[in-house]
């Protein structure tokens, strides 16, 4: 159980295009999911906060314009990088969080590797 | 703010032996958890062990165990019985129980840990 899923898992773009990744929690109700950026033999850095029917919070120094982050259901949350740069390739994170399990761990999709040409 | 430290960047082990991976945490927080997570060459985010905060009893799972001292603020891991399995970057993390910014996960750098056959 607990299973979290990323789609696409790798993706090439031309700069100045869109590109969407798809975050699904597969078995369970996620009411909060999350976006990371992670750059080479780096940590996880924390994009972004998406909860289920509301605006998503962003931490400082993440563009909220161009990175679009909707969370329509409670199995989906979707992250947009809007007019890619090959400064915004990097691997991208979510995970997901769910409450029934009375803690707050969080399950890690498998991620996504954007290459901006 | 919260802060994670790892001062390990890299460390190895041989097979079968037992390691220790340093994890050092700031918070004015009572109430939190800490986490050890693996991330092995396939990026797949992985829990290895959970600690709440107010519970004294170190946490174990299996092989590995944990060593918790609250008012040093350090948490450390113990790999037991080491396997090629083990190799990985290892994340030390800090959650927040309650608040703002409650269930949001702040790593440190990571420590890359090497198992030799």
């Known amino acids: 159980g607990a299973v979290v899923s990323q789609h696409p898992s790798r993706v090439i773009c031309k700069s100045g295009t869109s590109v969407k990744i798809e975050c699904r929690s597969l078995?369970?109700?996620?009411?909060?999911m999350f976006w990371y950026r992670q750059f080479p033999k780096q940590s996880l850095m924390l994009m972004a906060t998406?909860?289920?029917?509301?605006?998503?919070?962003?931490e400082q120094g993440v563009e909220k314009d161009k990175f679009l982050i909707n969370h329509a259901s409670l199995t989906l949350s979707t992250l947009t990088v809007t007019s890619a740069h090959p400064e915004d390739s990097s691997f991208y994170i979510c995970s997901a969080r769910d409450l029934r399990r009375g803690y707050n761990e969080q399950f890690f999709g498998p991620g996504t590797r954007l290459t901006v040409l | 703010a919260q802060t994670v430290t790892q001062s390990q960047p890299e460390m190895s082990v041989q097979e079968a032996e037992t390691v220790t991976l340093s994890c050092t945490y700031d918070t004015s927080e009572s109430n939190y958890y800490l986490f050890w997570y693996k991330q092995p060459p396939s990026r797949q985010m992985i829990l290895v062990i959970r600690q709440e905060a107010y519970k004294q009893q170190n946490a174990t799972e299996n092989r590995f165990s944990v060593n918790f001292q609250k008012a040093a603020k350090s948490f450390s891991l113990k790999i037991s019985d080491s396997q090629l399995g083990d190799t990985a970057m290892y994340f030390c993390a800090f959650m927040r129980r309650y608040g703002g910014s409650q269930g949001n996960l702040i790593f440190g750098k990571g420590t890359k840990l090497s198992v030799k056959p």
């Open positions: 998406s909860n289920e029917g509301s605006k998503a919070t962003y």
């Open positions: 078995d369970f109700q996620a009411t909060t």
